[in-house]
């Protein structure tokens, strides 16, 4: 993944995350947790080669899902 696509992600992220009236102090390390699942969304559920894959994805986009409500 480009740099570009992870700083799109952690911004898209961050703007859930207060969107969903998350504490500021909270919000970098839920950021740093969730970037991931924000940047599968941008790229259309494709998981790319060059990034580590997430061992707990499943309940990290659960997680993700929660925030967006």
């Known amino acids: ?7 799109r992600a952690r911004a898209l992220c961050a703007m859930d995350a207060q ?3 998350v504490p500021p102090a909270e919000i970098p390390a ?10 599968l969304e941008i790229s259309g559920g494709l998981m790319q080669p ?3 894959q997430v061992p ?3 309940q990290r ?3 993700y899902e929660r925030l967006r409500r």
């Open 56 to 58: 707990d994805l499943t």
């Open 19 to 21: 969107m969903a009236a």
């Open 1 to 7: 993944m480009d740099r570009n696509s992870e700083e």
């Open 61 to 63: 986009v659960a997680e």
């Open 30 to 39: 839920l950021v740093e947790r969730l970037w991931p699942i924000a940047a």
């Open 50 to 52: 060059d990034v580590t």
